[in-house]
């Protein structure tokens, strides 16, 4: 059932694909997000909802939520048993989960391919590095990507206003160390943690590390903490220098 639902989206995402160029037309009046736990965040702006990477909650995500919430876009930037888990989402959103170049609902999104493990992706396959720009924001989320930047990958990725980088390690994913370098590669705005160890996880089924070792190594970078899971953004508020914004799950 749940693969036959996941080739029905795939072939509404594969229409949604046709043309595309990262030429985006900017919306302005800001936009906001979500954090549901992991990687996964919705974003709310130029008329649209996005969802990307909901997931089944297990291992270091067991005691969270799943994100069944209403979108007009999905995106995925892995498939593995508890990553890009789309049963139960309400609605027929459009469903985007291969690299690529896309144009949905007046957005231009770009998928950056890069790998989900440290060996060319033999070992968990390619991760899919999101580009758009919503709400007059330059956005980039970048999944579970654990190998380094390339000069390629590095001029699809632009310049981001926002990044949002795994911070938590294992096999699958950015140490604090490696994002703490594609963040000097990016010179993001604004730096947006996930994919690290929270109280929701499986003490014996999670090998992420906690968010204290990622600022640890930031040191001396500004951090905001907010009080929720929740964010409203505006490019006019945006920090000039490279910031992290801390949400609370």
Not at 60 to 74: E, F, N, S, Y
Not at 164 to 184: L, R
Request: proline share 6%; with cysteine; glycine share 12%.
């Amino acid at each position: 059932m749940e693969r036959r639902q996941f080739l029905r989206w795939a072939q509404i995402g594969a229409i949604a694909s046709l043309g595309g160029h990262w030429a985006a037309h900017a919306q302005g009046n800001g936009l906001s997000l979500q954090w549901f736990g992991h990687t996964c965040f919705l974003f709310i702006g130029s008329g649209q909802r996005l969802l990307v990477n909901p997931f089944r909650p297990i291992g270091c995500t067991k005691g969270l939520r799943p994100p069944r919430v209403a979108a007009d876009i999905v995106m995925i930037s892995s498939r593995l048993f508890d990553e890009g888990y789309i049963e139960g989402l309400p609605g027929r959103p459009k469903l985007l989960f291969q690299p690529g170049s896309y144009k949905v609902n007046g957005l231009n999104i770009q998928g950056i391919r890069t790998s989900h493990d440290r060996v060319g992706g033999f070992r968990f396959g390619i991760n899919v590095v999101w580009r758009w720009q919503q709400g007059g924001i330059n956005l980039l989320h970048m999944g579970g990507i654990a190998m380094p930047i390339t000069i390629e990958q590095r001029i699809l990725m632009g310049r981001p206003d926002v990044v949002i980088v795994p911070v938590g390690g294992s096999d699958k994913a950015y140490t604090a160390e490696e994002a703490k370098a594609a963040i000097e590669v990016l010179q993001p705005r604004l730096v947006i943690p996930s994919h690290y160890r929270t109280a929701a996880a499986d003490p014996n089924n999670c090998n992420l590390t906690a968010l204290e070792d990622f600022l640890k190594v930031m040191e001396g970078t500004p951090v905001r903490r907010s009080g929720s899971a929740s964010l409203s953004l505006s490019a006019a508020n945006l920090p000039q220098k490279t910031t992290i914004q801390v949400l609370r799950i």
